[in-house]
């Protein structure tokens, strides 16, 4: 009989990324025998085990450094940029041996549910480490119980040295990630046959795949999201829509890469457009010289275009890229005619450049704090409509915001309003 394995990594704050994979699961109605997790994967497959996405949702909705930690061990900030957040673990680390875990043991205690966890058919393990003795400790269901839960849990999320050890029975116990960050064997060893894991690529030993036939289907972040140890609830909701986003990407039920579009979306797009790009884009390398032309034909991008025409890979990496240049949200899932429609009056909104000022920067070799690409593109979009040959030249400097540029033009064809 076939057990579905579901595996989350460590990762502190990114753990609000596997929060989103579990609603997507969900929302698929994919069923889930067995979970394993390391620190905060331990967390978030307590919420898994007793069922509660309500519960796991509200947690990183509302999460922030004083939900986690006393004030006095980590102050609020005016301007919490990520050095100062590194520095007052530091010094939390040297003047205490790191951060006090009794905000975390209250948390615990409001979320966790006994009765649902333990009667769920859901099984369960986690992974920590024991200081003291210098070895892994794996716990299951069956060890667990409602008094030693809490323990082995902030055991396992023990982010030492940020976090102080976790003291049990006069021992020191730390995160399990310095045993194995993504315990896929573990699971494996319950029963799982077939594995979901999801790799918050965050810093942990990984363990090699002991059964390399037992079928392991990956899910990690596509977008960049906070640091482990940035606790937001703006970032966490965030990462929560991109772990939703690409647990469904995944699966196949959405499209897209680092953005997210309706499923059959970019097929369609690609389909009305690609023909289109690809005489838009041969008119202009008609007009090049061969300095310029070898230039070009030297990048990865343009090296895959030539070779193989604008296959539907290229071509969505250039719409993406379209949506990066104008700053569009990454964790919202877009309709193509929208996101094509945003492009076009993103592109009407901004400001033309200064040419010569750019010629001037580019004769002292300073393509920094030029101007921005939005710009550049919007330059190269009005270079094509004018059929303005001397744009060619910026092309090797400047290929995603021409490409871009291509593609908004292809789209917008002779429509006044799109």
């Keep these: 009989m076939e057990k579905l394995g579901l595996v989350l990594s460590g990762g502190g704050s990114k ?7 579990y609603k997507a699961l ?18 978030n497959g307590m919420f898994v085990t007793q069922k509660d996405l309500r519960g796991a949702l509200k947690y990183w909705k509302n999460v922030s450094f004083s939900s986690m930690y006393r004030e006095e061990d980590f102050p609020p ?23 006090d875990v ?18 769920s058919n859901i099984n369960y393990g ?35 040295p940020a976090f102080k050890p976790y003291v049990i029975d006069d021992e020191l116990y730390i995160d399990g990630g310095y ?11 319950l029963g799982a046959t077939k594995i979901i894991a999801v790799d918050l690529r965050a810093v942990g030993l990984k363990k090699k795949i002991e059964d390399e036939s037992v079928e392991v289907t990956y899910i990690a972040p596509r977008n960049k999201i906070a640091s ?18 690409d647990a ?114 580019l004769k002292e070799k300073d393509i920094t704090n030029i101007i921005d690409s939005r710009q550049i593109t919007k330059y190269f979009y009005e270079s094509i409509i004018n059929n303005n040959h001397a744009m060619i030249k910026y092309i090797p400097l400047f290929n995603d915001e021409f490409l871009a540029a291509l593609y908004i033009y292809t789209i917008k064809g002779k429509k006044i309003t799109y």
């Design 26 to 43: 969900k929302k698929m109605h994919i069923n889930i025998d067995i979970v394993t997790g390391t620190s905060i994967g331990a967390v």
């Design 248 to 361: 469904m990407k995944t699966f196949g039920k959405l499209d897209g890469n680092k953005f997210t579009f309706r499923k059959h979306n970019l097929i369609k797009n690609y389909n009305l457009y690609n023909d289109i790009f690809e005489d838009n884009l041969n008119n202009i390398l008609s007009n090049m010289d061969n300095i310029i032309l070898n230039k070009i034909f030297s990048m990865p991008i343009f090296k895959e275009i030539i070779n193989k025409n604008t296959m539907y890979n290229n071509f969505n990496e250039i719409l993406e890229k379209a949506g990066k240049i104008f700053n569009f949200d990454e964790s919202n899932i877009y309709d193509i005619h929208t996101y094509n429609r945003g492009l076009l009056n993103a592109l009407s909104n901004t400001e033309s450049i200064d040419i010569e000022k750019i010629k001037n920067k």
């Design 102 to 119: 009794s905000k975390m043991e209250k948390m615990f205690d409001y979320y966790f549910k006994p009765h649902r966890f333990f009667k």
């Design 179 to 189: 045993y194995d960050n993504i315990p896929i064997n573990f699971a494996i060893e």
């Design 126 to 160: 986690l992974v920590t480490y024991n200081f003291s003795k210098k070895k892994p400790v794996f716990k299951t269901k069956k060890d667990l119980n409602i008094q030693n839960m809490r323990s082995y849990v902030l055991a396992s999320a023990s982010c030492y």
């Design 77 to 99: 900030m005016e301007d919490p940029t990520l050095s100062k957040v590194y520095a007052q673990y530091v010094k939390t680390f040297i003047n205490e041996g790191g951060m």
């Design 228 to 245: 482990f140890l940035v606790f937001d609830k703006n970032k966490a909701k965030e990462a929560m829509r991109f772990g939703y986003n």
């Design 15 to 21: 753990g609000a990324y596997e929060i989103g994979v």
